[in-house]
């Protein structure tokens, strides 16, 4: 066991869902990271959250919402998704930067397995 | 622009062999090279890091080799055992912060 949870595992939603992942990490990190992984693509950095800061969000799309109520836990918040954001979402914490400082090592969630018909 | 390049998409190796998978990148603020097994169902798990300032790297039956000039790296996995068999993600990072740039994985199967 990561230390770090996803629910749910797997999730099948129609483009006009509403819907929300969660993450929760036991690891007493800091930082915390939404993930989109697709088939044949490197893993691709969504969002990151620093000491529950939003510290970066790369270009993705509106209908992808981020939450991160405290350093535990982090929601994707999914609305009016299209075919092509069907992917394994992944989830990963670390002990977070500019504190500790030299590499910051991300330990992953096992994700989600999302589907949108 | 993809960051880390990785070859092969997928590899067979009998039980026993080596396997070897490589990566290559371009940006020479890279400084530190983790690879990331990653099993169905699960997420990526860090297998073993390099920093550039050595050329190997060895742990049991895992070896990162690291060239900096030709900027590539690669993982063998000596002796491959069937339960070896997983996806295969290297990465490369500045070294300080948590931005990591991966590659696109290798399947790796190792057949009894």
């Known amino acids: 066991e990561t230390g770090v949870t996803q629910t749910p595992r797997h999730l099948v939603m129609g483009m006009t869902n509403k819907k929300s992942l969660k993450c929760e990490q036991h690891?007493?990190?800091?930082?915390m990271y939404w993930y989109k992984q697709s088939a044949k693509k490197p893993l691709e950095l969504m969002f990151v959250y620093n000491f529950k800061e939003q510290t970066e969000n790369n270009s993705v799309p509106s209908r992808f919402s981020p939450e991160c109520p405290n350093s535990s836990h982090l929601f994707l918040h999914l609305h009016t998704l299209q075919p092509e954001d069907s992917a394994l979402y992944l989830c990963?914490?670390?002990?977070?930067?500019?504190?500790?400082?030299?590499?910051?090592?991300?330990?992953f969630g096992p994700g989600t397995r999302l589907t949108v018909t | 622009q993809q960051q880390v390049k990785q070859s092969p998409q997928s590899l067979i190796v009998q039980k026993g062999g080596i396997s070897i998978i490589n990566c290559a990148y371009e940006n020479t603020a890279f400084d530190y090279f983790p690879w990331y097994q990653q099993f169905p169902g699960k997420g990526p798990a860090l297998l073993i890091a390099?920093?550039?300032?050595?050329s190997e790297k060895k742990e049991g039956r895992f070896t990162i080799s690291f060239n900096k000039s030709a900027k590539q790296f690669s993982l063998h996995i000596m002796d491959s055992q069937p339960g070896d068999s997983a996806t295969y993600f290297c990465a490369a990072s500045p070294g300080t912060g948590n931005q990591f740039y991966f590659g696109t994985g290798t399947s790796l199967t190792v057949i009894p």
């Open positions: 990963a914490s670390s002990q977070g930067t500019p504190r500790s400082g030299g590499i910051d090592e991300q330990y």
């Open positions: 390099i920093r550039p300032d050595v």
């Open positions: 690891l007493g990190h800091n930082a």
